[in-house]
T-cell receptor
Framework: DQQVKQNSPSLSVQEGRISILNCDYT??????FLWYKKYPAEGPTFLIS?????DKNEDGRFTVFLNKSAKHLSLHIVPSQPGDSAVYFC??????????????FGSGTQLTVLP | GAGVSQSPSNKVTEKGKDVELRCDPI?????LYWYRQRLGQGLEFLIY????????KSGLPSDRFSAERTGESVSTLTIQRTQQEDSAVYLC????????????FGSGTRLTVV
């Protein structure tokens, strides 16, 4: 049972255009959401996050939108650059005990930005 | 250290042999996680350590897999009698107890079972 789903395994976008990566979740206990970026032969690195009390968080070219009622979040990259080509993982966080949290990851979306 | 360190970075082993993967978390990070990523798939949770609490082993795929952690330091993931389906990148991550919500990942160990 996948609690975090990224239904698009791949996405190709022209340089300069907008990239939109989507993520759906099922567990209403998730209260914090993150996007990670992964290059080949490297571990995932944190990109941007959003608390469930917000519906938008922006950081430079990256914006994450959260629709709690639809249990859906998306990552927008604009303008897209060739260096953005990577696998993007959506992750959802839930508190499990004390200050301890656990992340559940989606299966990832391979973004290719074409020059 | 400055980041999460994993060794070896690559390991090729023969089917049936045992392997041991190592993870050095960021100093002060009480939580440590092991994930694996098989080719073309997402991140699969394996095991979670939090301080001195009993580990959450719910993600371990079989009893051939085990992990140890000494206090809040190094962790080792051991796979006994390796099978070809164990081939994957094994990722370790650690996180701070002070309310940060994300993990810091190591670069992973690429395990190939031939």
């Amino acid at each position: 049972d996948q609690q975090v789903k990224q239904n698009s395994p791949s996405l190709s976008v022209q340089e300069g255009r907008i990239s939109i990566l989507n993520c759906d979740y099922t567990n209403s206990m998730f209260d914090y959401f993150l996007w990670y970026k992964k290059y080949p032969a490297e571990g995932p690195t944190f990109l941007i996050s959003i608390s469930s009390i917000k519906d938008k968080n922006e950081d430079g070219r990256f914006t994450v939108f959260l629709n709690k009622s639809a249990k859906h979040l998306s990552l927008h990259i604009v303008p897209s650059q060739p260096g953005d080509s990577a696998v993007y993982f959506c992750a959802a966080s839930v508190r499990i005990s004390g200050s301890a949290r656990q992340l559940t990851f989606g299966s990832g979306t391979q973004l290719t930005v074409l020059p | 250290g400055a980041g999460v360190s994993q060794s070896p970075s690559n390991k090729v082993t023969e089917k049936g042999k045992d392997v041991e993967l190592r993870c050095d978390p960021i100093s002060g990070h009480t939580a440590l996680y092991w994930y694996r990523q098989r080719l073309g798939q997402g991140l699969e949770f394996l095991i979670y350590f939090q301080g001195n609490s009993a580990p959450d082993k719910s993600g371990l795929p079989s009893d051939r897999f085990s992990a140890e952690r000494t206090g809040e330091s190094v962790s080792t993931l051991t796979i006994q009698r390796t099978q070809q389906e164990d081939s994957a990148v094994y990722l370790c991550a650690s996180s701070s107890p002070m309310g940060t919500y994300g993990y810091t990942f190591g670069s992973g160990t690429r395990l190939t079972v031939v």
